[in-house]
C-alpha cells in the first residue's frame, strides 16, 4: 500500500507498521485514528504539545484499533483532533484545522476533525474518531461524508483517552456505508432488524433554513417511499435545550475530573475554547452532575418508551451548515448550543446513530442526515443506510 501524501494537514503522525496479518475482510484498506487512541510505540498528542512532550509511548494498541489491524486494514497514522478532544470544529490553536475538502472556506468539525478530512480527501479508506457528544456526527456532517456513532459500550474504549465514562464511544468515518458494515462486522456484529416505522423529529426539521430544509425535505420524502409508516417523535425545544444542558454538565465535569491533576501540575496552554470548557468543568458542583446524572437515566427511560421495536428515527444531524472558519468565538459558542440539541440523543440515550451526507445543499456545503436506531442494532442501521445511500447519493461509487 502507498504511502500518505497529507495533502489535507489531517495526520498528526504518520505511521508504517507492517501488519501481522496481510489477509484478512478489510486488507484492502488504509485507515487512521484520531491521535486520542494509543498505538504501540507512539506518543498520544490530544491536541496539544505540552501533553504529547509529556506522556509516554504506548506500550499497547488501543484494542478498537487492533481489532481492524488483526482484519488486515493498514494503519497510516494517527489524526488531528481538537484539544483533548473537547471541542465541536477542529479549531486547534497550536496546529491549525485540517482541511475542509468540500468547503475550504469553513471548518472541517471537531473533535475527531483529521479524521473526517484524512476520509473526505481520500487519504484513507476510513478512520477512527471518539464521539463524546458529537465529535464524530458533526464532522461527517460538515465535509459530507457517513459518521457512525455505535451503541454505548459496544466497541471497547480501553487505550483511548477517555473525556466521559456515562458517553465515550469510538466511532466510524467512511465515504459508503458498505465500509462501514464490514467494519462493524470485523467488530463482531450481525444481525437484521427490519426497520418498519421512519419517526421523524418535527422541531429537528423545523429548525433547518431554506434552501437547506427544502433539500432535506425533498430526500426525506424520497426515504419515507421505502419504508411500511411514518410517524412523528415528539421533541420539543425546550425539552432538547434541556437535554443539551444535561450533556454538556456531565461531559465538561468529567473532562475536567480527568486532566485536572495534570493541568494543575504543568499550567499547560490552552486556546480559548477548550480554556472556556474546563473553567466550566472546574465549576461544576457535585450536586449539580448527580443531578445531570439522574436525569440522564429519565432521559433513557422517556426515549426507550417511546421508541418501539422497528422504528428508525431521522433528523438532521446538526441545525445548519459548517461555520466560517472566520467565525466569531461567540458565533461558535452558539452554534455549538444549537447543535448540542441534536447530537445530544444518541450520546445520552447510547443508541446507534449513521449520519448520511446531504451534498451540495447550499453551494458546495454538506449537511448530515441522522438516523437513530434501537440498542444493538448497529449493524442492521449500517445496512439501512446503504439502501438510503442508493435512493439519496446513488452517483457515489465504493471510493
Not at 49 to 65: D, G, M, N, R, S
Amino acid at each position: 500500500m502507498s504511502t500518505v501524501i497529507d495533502t489535507a494537514h489531517a495526520f498528526s503522525q504518520l505511521i508504517n507498521i507492517p501488519n501481522t496479518t496481510e489477509n484478512g475482510p478489510l486488507k484492502a484498506y488504509q485507515f487512521g485514528v484520531k491521535d486520542v487512541f494509543d498505538v504501540k510505540g507512539f506518543s498520544t498528542q490530544a491536541g496539544n504539545p505540552e501533553y504529547f512532550e509529556q506522556v509516554k509511548l504506548a506500550e499497547i494498541t488501543a484494542p478498537a484499533v487492533m481489532t481492524l489491524q488483526n482484519a488486515g486494514a493498514k494503519l497510516v497514522g494517527k489524526t488531528h483532533t481538537d484539544e483533548l478532544g473537547g471541542s465541536l470544529f477542529g479549531l486547534n490553536v497550536h496546529y491549525g484545522p485540517p482541511l475542509n475538502p468540500h468547503s475550504p472556506e469553513r471548518v472541517p468539525g471537531g473533535s475527531s476533525s483529521g479524521s473526517a478530512s484524512a476520509v473526505a480527501s481520500h487519504l484513507v479508506d476510513f478512520a477512527l474518531g471518539a464521539d463524546t457528544s458529537g465529535s464524530v456526527r458533526a464532522p461527517a456532517s460538515f465535509c459530507g461524508i457517513y459518521g457512525f456513532r455505535p451503541t454505548f459500550g459496544i466497541i471497547s474504549t480501553a487505550g483511548v483517552l477517555p473525556i466521559s465514562a456515562h458517553l465515550d464511544t469510538v466511532g466510524i468515518f467512511a465515504r459508503h456505508p458498505d465500509i462501514i458494515t464490514q467494519i462493524l462486522s470485523a467488530y463482531g456484529m450481525k444481525g437484521m432488524t427490519q426497520f418498519t416505522r421512519l419517526r421523524v423529529i418535527p422541531s429537528l426539521v423545523n429548525c433547518l433554513q431554506e434552501p437547506v430544509k427544502r433539500l432535506f425535505l425533498e430526500k426525506l420524502y424520497k426515504i419515507k417511499m421505502v419504508l411500511a409508516s411514518t410517524a412523528p417523535l415528539i421533541l420539543e425545544e425546550d425539552q432538547l435545550i434541556q437535554w443539551s444542558t444535561v450533556i454538556r454538565t456531565i461531559a465538561m465535569h468529567d473532562l475536567w475530573q480527568v486532566h485536572k491533576k495534570w493541568i494543575l501540575k504543568s499550567n499547560p496552554t490552552f486556546g480559548e475554547i477548550i480554556k472556556d470548557r474546563l473553567k466550566i468543568g472546574r465549576s461544576i458542583q457535585d450536586s449539580d452532575y448527580k443531578l445531570a446524572l439522574k436525569k440522564q437515566e429519565e432521559i433513557r427511560k422517556f426515549i426507550s418508551d417511546a421508541l418501539e421495536p422497528g422504528d428508525i428515527t431521522v433528523f438532521p444531524t446538526v441545525h445548519n451548515i459548517p461555520p466560517l472558519l472566520s467565525s466569531t468565538k461567540q458565533q461558535l459558542n452558539d452554534f455549538s448550543l444549537k447543535a448540542s440539541r441534536h447530537t445530544c440523543i444518541a450520546a445520552l440515550n447510547g443508541l446507534p446513530e449513521m449520519t448520511i451526507p446531504l451534498k451540495k445543499v447550499y453551494e458546495q456545503c454538506s449537511l448530515g442526515m441522522s438516523f437513530l436506531a434501537n440498542t444493538g442494532e448497529d449493524y442492521s442501521i449500517a445496512l439501512f443506510a446503504s439502501k438510503v445511500h442508493s435512493i439519496i447519493n446513488p452517483q457515489d461509487d465504493l471510493v
